[in-house]
């Protein structure tokens, strides 16, 4: 049986960071642990190119942009959706969830999902580097190892 798996290699990644301003007190942290990550697993900042996108609904077009530019290895969404007291938390979060999903498979780059959707502003925070971990560190590993899957299929 021939088994393929991933590593965590970033040496030589090209990486594009999708960030939303919307709640950047919990965001910047995401996009702290996801470059710390990258260069903890041999890649470089350097290699990395950030865009600022405005909150969560618009981030799918800029990830749609940097995919089909061919400059990235992977993309990796990050922001935070916090819920509040109307529908809009469902909507922002659920298109950007459609959109990211739809573009990674139409243009076959790997699309990391870093965008906090949470009940509370505790919640994001337990999530962007306190109790919970840092989410953006967790797809950003994620990113790394998705290249590597598909640079042996």
Do not use: C
């Amino acid at each position: 049986m021939e088994m393929i798996q991933g590593n965590l290699n970033a040496e030589g990644m090209k990486l594009g960071f999708v960030v939303t301003r919307w709640n950047s007190f919990v965001v910047d942290h995401l996009v702290k642990g996801s470059i710390e990550v990258v260069e903890r697993h041999g890649g470089s900042a350097d290699n990395i190119t950030q865009v600022i996108v405005p909150g969560a609904f618009e981030v799918p077009l800029a990830v749609e942009k940097m995919a089909a530019s061919g400059k990235y290895d992977a993309i990796v969404a990050l922001g935070a959706v916090i819920q509040g007291g109307t529908p809009h938390f469902d909507y922002v979060a659920g298109e950007a969830t459609k959109g990211i999903s739809s573009v990674m498979l139409k243009y076959g780059v790997p699309v990391a999902f870093g965008i906090l959707t949470v009940n509370s502003i505790e919640q994001a925070i337990e999530r962007s580097g306190t109790k919970m971990g840092n989410k953006g560190e967790e797809a950003t590993v994620s990113a790394i190892e998705m290249v590597n899957v598909l640079k042996q299929l």
